[in-house]
């Protein structure tokens, strides 16, 4: 993210969020519950998706908590939007589905992960923490569904079981980045790092770090 987001961010300065719902008092209610918390601190909010497209960056969140239905687009069409714009920006869908397609749309749309709103407040806090630590936030129903998709791409390109933060992971590693540089480049913590790259060579089953960059040196435009 722009800027390193970790729970030990609590210690130095507070992980910054952005809220975009259509609903005034749901908007207020995790305002309320954000701002009560130590190392949150809600930086902006907006009721659209084009509202949310002006604001975003005048406000410098490293977190946007987004609903996936707003009244003039979708959120999954915001997602992709500020992810082009502002890659290292984190984005947690605010969903109230259950339909399996939608959750893996918010993912194919560069979502982070998704929290429900019927989910508590310490719950969804919860969730920023963790996705703050580099954690996947997704149920176990979308975790099978995404990798029987997974699983049915990986023939044709493994690169398809990497997320997109693991992809440019990967790519650093591939420039020859110690997870240090990684991390400065990236806007992360070193731990965070250490996350995403144990995950890398999970995925893709790499030994070491050698095979992990001649790797990405066969894949360079796919990442």
């Known amino acids: ?39 949150l601190q809600v930086v902006g909010e907006a009721g659209s998706g084009a509202e949310a497209l002006e604001r975003i960056e005048p406000a410098g969140p490293d977190l946007v908590i ?67 630590e580099g954690h996947e936030l997704m149920d176990s129903a979308t975790r099978a569904a995404l990798a029987r998709r997974r699983i049915a791409s990986a023939a044709e390109n493994p690169i398809g079981r990497l997320t997109p933060q693991e992809r440019r992971v990967l790519s650093l590693i591939g420039e020859g980045m110690t997870n240090r540089e990684i991390a400065r480049a990236m806007g992360l913590s070193e731990r ?7 995950n890398v060579f999970a ?14 040196a066969r894949h360079t435009g796919e990442l």
């Open 1 to 39: 993210m722009s800027q390193e987001v970790a729970r030990e961010g609590s210690a130095s300065r507070p992980i910054k969020l952005f809220l975009v719902d259509d609903h005034p008092l749901i908007r207020r209610g995790l305002a309320d519950a954000m701002d009560a918390e130590d190392g």
């Open 66 to 132: 987004l609903d996936v239905r707003l009244p003039d687009m979708s959120g999954i069409d915001v997602c992709r939007e500020i992810k082009a714009r502002h890659p290292n920006i984190g984005v947690i869908m605010l969903t109230s589905f259950t339909d399996e397609s939608e959750r893996l749309g918010s993912l194919d749309g560069g979502a982070d992960g998704f929290v429900l709103k019927q989910t508590s407040a310490d719950g969804i806090v919860d969730a920023i923490r963790r996705r703050a």
């Open 192 to 198: 965070t790092v250490k996350n995403y790259v144990s």
């Open 203 to 216: 995925k893709l089953d790499l030994r070491h770090r050698t095979e992990a960059a001649l790797f990405a």
